[in-house]
């Protein structure tokens, strides 16, 4: 398949990176460049009208994040970008002279990433490190310093957690400053942040400007604006929603340098579509300025990422099921905290075995912590494809889609790894992770998370422009860390022998619509639309072969009931591949390099709207902990001899393989417009 290998060898040819000036938000006279504009970007030399897959990592948090922060995390937004880039990096925990006792780099750099640091406590983590600082010396940032770990508590409660969580209404005026004290008191228009913050949060508001201008700059420097176009970064920040724990996080993604002159955070804006208007206002109203929202770990939601009334209990409506859809193109389907594709233990996604990889044991952010007290087992509703056929059963009654989203996967390192999703020599990411600050004994991270993943989107060269188009139009596809390329279009008349030709491509651009396009009304005399899905494996040494290629439809019956299905359309699925645990060294069925199947739908139905997208699957492979747990020589028929920080080599909880994949973004079929 000519049009996949020179995809590959043009990933290969990408060198070199630039530095350049910066122009930021707002173009405030305190920008790093001082207001100038920034300079204008050369045509690129590698200009493709068919589009290329470009790889990279949108979900990386820095320094600037309480949670890195407080884990002993000190690389910084530049340092982000320099990894990405393909520089190394040193780790911690560091030694008694400052310097870092691990190591990491890339294999293979990035085309593109984005610094997504929590925006809620910007300045309430400025203060307390920078002796510089007024409030360096208060009380609450002495308590930051000398107990990080119960700070990182304390400070989430006293803002992101307890925000739009119903209050006291206070009885007079004159004690109104209980809610500046306690977050059990207000009317629901002050802001609650620490004492040491000042009136209204002044002191923390004025200091969040630092970072900001910081991350703006670092993506600045890092844009390759030559012909070269080896790099994109973009400016972008996380909006960390999570009442009482339960996940509600989106990253903010700007399409440009010029961004409001704060981050809207959910301390301010403490519901999705409160952030929503405010980007209109603050962002989409300004010359220039563009952004969507990528919402991550519904897995982590419990019900609420997918539910179906906004934030004061009233149902949808088609207004708001437009505006969820106009800023959230993407959905991040699988990251450091497992994959939000399906749930393999109820409902329709119990007879998919393939929904069992890396789901979290847990609904909300709590995860272990406090006994369980606060979390239970996951849910249905809050994974994706639940949430792809809910949407088409709120179109049919709205008009509208509130729930169509393509599909990316990220890291969400803390540790300023940008990409660093492979299994081999995974240094953990921290976060909800296992914290290295002062050292790691046995396994780098917590059992039950993973390295996450890679977005990969199709445009015509590496740049903002053509990046951002692509992710607006929803023609991306997620990975678990693997570089597969997969192509996925639909048609009504997508030639049946496609696969064989060397115009694959341009065939399906000209028949059809790529993944995350809606098909056009069928032209008279079609009975059902066809699919052309090819896949070629990640060409790297380390990468496993392909296994199988599958179609996954979803549908809502005329009853109303939600209906799924997992085709196999290439490949084999009884494969006898397999790994020996031992070694970790592949067995039994070698696998594809490539697969590629044109494929119709048997049960079309013209009068029920449906999705569908693509999954490709490799062989088995060890999982990270797996490779760690054999380099140790870990032996679990002896329980005394393991050592310690290994004991969850034996954990039989958690699977010893992964089988790591490819998700395309869907493509729609709506009925109303047949």
């Not at 792809?388 to 390192?413: C, H, M």
């Not at 070629?536 to 109303?560: E, F, M, N, T, Y």
């Not at 697969?595 to 490709?616: H, I, K, M, N, T």
Request: some cysteine.
């Amino acid at each position: 398949m000519k049009w996949i290998t020179d995809n590959v060898a043009w990933q290969r040819t990408l060198l070199g990176l630039a530095l350049l000036g910066l122009s930021a938000c707002g173009r405030s006279p305190e920008s790093a460049a001082g207001g100038v504009a920034p300079p204008l970007r050369q045509d690129c030399r590698n200009i493709s009208a068919e589009r290329q897959p470009f790889f990279g990592d949108l979900h990386i948090h820095t320094t600037y994040s309480l949670d890195a922060n407080t884990q002993g995390t000190v690389l910084k937004p530049a340092d982000a970008y320099r990894f990405a880039r393909g520089e190394a990096l040193g780790l911690q925990p560091y030694d008694a002279n400052g310097e870092p006792t691990r190591r990491a780099q890339l294999d293979r750099p990035l085309d593109f990433a984005a610094v997504t640091d929590h925006a809620e406590l910007f300045g309430e983590t400025q203060i307390c490190t920078n002796a510089d600082e007024p409030g360096y010396d208060s009380l609450e940032c002495r308590f930051y310093r000398a107990q990080p770990d119960n700070a990182f508590v304390v400070f989430n409660l006293f803002g992101p957690g307890f925000t739009g969580i119903p209050k006291i209404p206070v009885p007079l005026p004159a004690l109104s400053f209980l809610s500046q004290l306690s977050p059990l008191f207000g009317d629901g228009e002050q802001i609650l942040r620490l004492p040491y913050c000042g009136l209204n949060g002044e002191r923390c508001l004025q200091a969040a400007r630092t970072p900001w201008r910081d991350m703006q700059a670092a993506a600045e420097a890092a844009y390759d604006r030559s012909s070269d176009c080896a790099f994109t970064s973009f400016v972008g920040y996380e909006y960390t929603a999570a009442p009482l724990s339960n996940n509600l996080h989106r990253n903010v993604i700007f399409a440009s340098d010029v961004v409001p002159e704060l981050p809207p955070s959910y301390i301010d804006y403490p519901a999705p579509e409160y952030l929503w208007a405010a980007l209109d206002e603050q962002c989409r109203s300004v010359d220039g300025c563009d952004v969507l929202t990528i919402p991550h770990n519904s897995n982590l939601s419990a019900g609420l990422m997918f539910q179906t009334r906004d934030d004061r209990g009233r149902a949808y409506t088609a207004e708001f099921a437009a505006q969820r859809q106009r800023n959230e193109p993407l959905a991040e389907i699988y990251q450091h905290k497992g994959q939000s594709e399906c749930l393999n233990t109820m409902g329709a996604g119990a007879q998919d075995e393939l929904c069992g990889f890396e789901v979290m044991p847990y609904n909300n952010l709590t995860g272990d912590r406090f006994g369980g007290l606060n979390t239970g087992p996951p849910m249905e509703q809050d994974f994706l494809r639940e949430a792809l056929k809910e949407g088409l059963r709120q179109q049919a009654t709205l008009g509208v889609n509130p729930f169509k989203y393509g599909f990316i996967g990220s890291t969400d390192t803390h540790l300023a790894t940008s990409g660093n999703a492979d299994e081999r020599n995974f240094p953990g990411h921290a976060g909800a992770g296992l914290n290295p600050r002062d050292g790691i004994t046995g396994l780098t991270d917590v059992i039950e998370t993973s390295p996450g993943g890679l977005a990969v989107l199709w445009a015509e060269q590496n740049t903002r422009e053509a990046l951002f188009a692509a992710m607006q139009r929803r023609e991306a596809y997620a990975t678990s860390g693997n570089r597969p390329v997969l192509r996925f279009f639909g048609g009504w008349n997508l030639p049946t022998n496609l696969c064989a030709r060397a115009d694959l491509v341009t065939r399906g651009y000209a028949d059809g619509v790529p993944m995350g396009a809606d098909l056009p009304p069928a032209p008279g005399g079609s009975t059902a639309p066809r699919f052309a899905v090819s896949v070629l494996r990640d060409p790297h040494p380390s990468a496993g072969p392909l296994q199988r290629l599958q179609i996954i439809k979803g549908w809502v019956a005329a009853d109303g009931s939600k209906q799924e299905r997992v085709y196999d359309v290439a490949g084999r699925r009884d494969s006898s591949a397999g790994v020996d645990l031992d070694t970790c060294e592949p067995t039994g069925d070698p696998g594809f390099a490539s697969l590629c199947s044109v494929w119709q739908d048997p049960e079309f139905d013209a009068a029920q709207g449906a999705f569908y997208y693509a999954r490709a699957v490799e062989n088995p492979s060890c999982r990270w902990a797996t490779q760690q747990c054999v380099a140790a020589k870990v032996d679990c028929s002896a329980p005394d001899s393991v050592p310690e920080g290994f004991e969850d080599c034996c954990n039989a909880d958690f699977p010893k393989t992964i089988q790591e994949r490819a998700w395309s973004s869907p493509i729609w079929y709506d009925a109303a417009r047949r």
